[in-house]
């Protein structure tokens, strides 16, 4: 049955993480008291599972493969994915923590990763042809049409094409917007929040993540006593790394839900992002407040917002939260009538204490920074029009903006192209985003070594979260 002592290795890597997966599974499912959820994300009173989906016409991955199924393109029962070995020799079907788990130890390989057969990929280029022809930028038309090759096709071709047509999206600019439907999606076809969560990807900054929290919020959480609600169960932990980028988009999602369950009282909201366990967990869940607010106000003019006062609710809420808060009420002072880039700069400059200006800041070049993708002397004409002291900080908002929606690379070549006294600050901001995105330090350093020299290297590699205010 196994070809070699290292097909054996993998599997039984598999079944113990699987039973490791299990545990975890059970010991986090209590997210509302009283309901235990079910395999495929909904509640269930009771603690029992729904039944699955056709899960006894799907046979084992082995079997599958013996028929002449192509390594990427078996299929798993309803609450489990695909995993290949790294050696590309073996498949087999497991939880999404698990999975994740051999992932990030690298004992296996996500099978989005890999190639289908010739006519598969012919396939779905043929299909994200059609759809992107069809309907350009049309966010409701895209969905609409993944909606329909999602009743006919097999989950790896529905998959596949949604990775795909997010690629393009970014291709052309920010789609943070897009990913947000494209995780409900998601959420949707799969009807599974872990599976769900590993189908996730770091495309479009992460807002599929953000996405799917939302769909699961409107799903499961609407209607619920929120004295009954237990956050901290709803997003999968990271035994490798309390920082894992995963957690912490999954958590800004939850940030979204609160908003909208709390019909756009911050206040409440923010009080249940109290409840997570970390500092970094809560400022995750405050940016996704914050930015559910003021993506309401760019909406429909509504949201939890002052006439009278530019700086509310950031002056009125506690002060663990409001580096967040003017990251993007700077957004909002860019939406008033009389707005400028000196205006912008010169009403930062007025917050008090003047310890939170940076954040501000900060926000403005979030703000710019898709204009500066492509453009990097853009972002230093927009931030050295602001006061000496705080340029910096404008620098790393345009830097955090770009490794979140485009690359580590794209941060790379910004940090490279900054004036000297920018650098440093730069390469530090980087390295806190590789922390993220990996557990281990030998990929820190691999990352890192990407900077133009050994210093800047180190800056990098030194990088720590320990402190964080923001990010």
């Known amino acids: 049955m196994f070809t070699n002592n290292y097909s054996r290795k993998f599997l039984l890597s598999v079944t113990a993480l699987f039973l490791i997966g299990i545990i975890t599974v059970i010991s986090n499912s209590q997210i509302v008291e009283g309901q235990m959820m079910s395999h495929n994300g909904e509640m269930s009173h009771d603690g029992s599972n729904l039944p699955q989906n056709k899960a006894e016409e799907i046979q084992s991955p082995l079997k599958q493969i013996w028929q002449g199924i192509f390594l ?7 609450g489990q994915v695909l995993l290949i070995d790294s050696k590309m020799k073996n498949s087999a079907c497991v939880s999404p923590q698990t999975a994740k788990k051999l992932v990030v130890r690298s004992w296996g390989i996500q099978s989005s990763e890999l190639p289908l057969s010739e006519d598969n990929e012919i396939k779905v280029d043929h299909i994200v042809e059609k759809i992107t022809t069809e309907c350009g930028k049309d966010i409701d038309c895209t969905i609409d ?7 006919d ?37 799969v009807d599974n929040l872990p599976e769900s969560l590993f189908y996730a990807n770091q495309l479009c900054g992460g807002s599929q993540y953000h996405g799917i929290i939302e769909r699961f919020f409107d799903k499961n959480i609407v209607g619920t006593d ?29 940030g979204h839900g609160l908003d909208k369950f709390y019909n756009y009282d911050i206040f409440s909201a923010l009080e249940k992002c109290d409840e997570l366990d970390l500092k970094f967990e809560e400022i995750s869940c405050s940016k996704g407040v914050f930015m559910e607010n003021i993506e309401k106000f760019l909406e429909s003019k509504e949201g939890n917002f002052d006439k009278t006062d ?32 000196e205006y912008a700069f010169e009403t930062c400059d007025m917050i008090e204490p003047k310890e939170f200006v940076q954040y501000c800041y900060s926000g403005i070049g979030r703000i710019y920074a898709g204009n500066s993708a492509n453009d990097f002397e853009n972002a230093i004409t927009v931030c050295k029009t602001g006061d000496t002291n705080y340029q910096k900080y404008c620098f790393t908002g345009v830097l955090l903006a770009l490794v979140n929606n485009y690359s580590l690379d794209k941060g790379f070549e910004y940090c490279k192209f900054l004036p000297l006294e920018f650098k440093e600050n730069c390469y530090d901001g980087i390295g806190k985003w590789i922390i993220m995105l990996h557990s281990l330090p030998e990929q820190r350093e691999k990352e890192c070594s990407k900077a133009e020299n050994a210093d800047y290297s180190r800056i990098c590699t030194n990088a720590s979260l320990d402190n964080m205010t923001l990010l």
């Open 72 to 78: 990427s393109e078996v299929e798993c029962k309803s």
């Open 310 to 341: 530019i700086f509310f609710p950031c002056d009125a809420i506690d002060s663990k939260y409001v580096p967040a808060c003017y990251n993007f009420q700077s957004t909002y002072i860019r939406s008033q009538p009389n707005y400028s880039i």
């Open 153 to 189: 096709e097999k989950k790896f071709i529905v998959l596949r094409t949604s990775t795909d047509i997010a690629g393009i999206y970014q291709s052309k600019g920010s789609c943070h917007g897009f990913g947000h439907h494209l995780g409900m999606f998601l959420y949707d076809y």
């Open 226 to 254: 929120p004295e009954k609600i237990n956050i901290t169960a709803i997003c999968p932990e990271s035994v490798d790394n309390s920082f894992a980028w995963e957690r912490w988009q999954c958590i800004h999602g939850i």
């Open 145 to 151: 049409s993944l909606n329909n090759i999602a009743a």
